[in-house]
């Protein structure tokens, strides 16, 4: 086995975006599960500062050319908050 086998910054980039998305996945549930007010909040806050953490890392990744994006088209983007304001309306 080798003991000597690094990450590349690539792949740590990958692995600390993957964490960021679990973390947030985390701190979603726990938010909706939440009773506690002062519970809610924290990790609202919490959730806040990972999901620009994320940002950050993909951002970073995105400019080195680590991560392709697709620019959204501007009616794809009216289309989709449509979509979702006429299922919040619907509920």
Not at 24 to 39: D, F, H, K, V
């Amino acid at each position: 086995m080798n003991n000597n086998a690094q990450l590349s910054e690539q792949d740590m980039m990958n692995d600390l975006l993957t964490m960021e998305k679990a973390i947030i996945s985390a701190y979603n549930t726990g938010i909706t599960e939440a009773s506690c007010q002062n519970l809610r909040q924290t990790l609202t806050n919490n959730l806040v500062e990972n999901q620009q953490l994320q940002y950050t890392i993909f951002d970073t990744m995105k400019k080195k050319g680590w991560y392709q994006t697709k620019d959204a088209q501007d009616q794809d983007v009216s289309n989709a908050k449509n979509k979702f304001t006429n299922m919040k309306n619907q509920l």
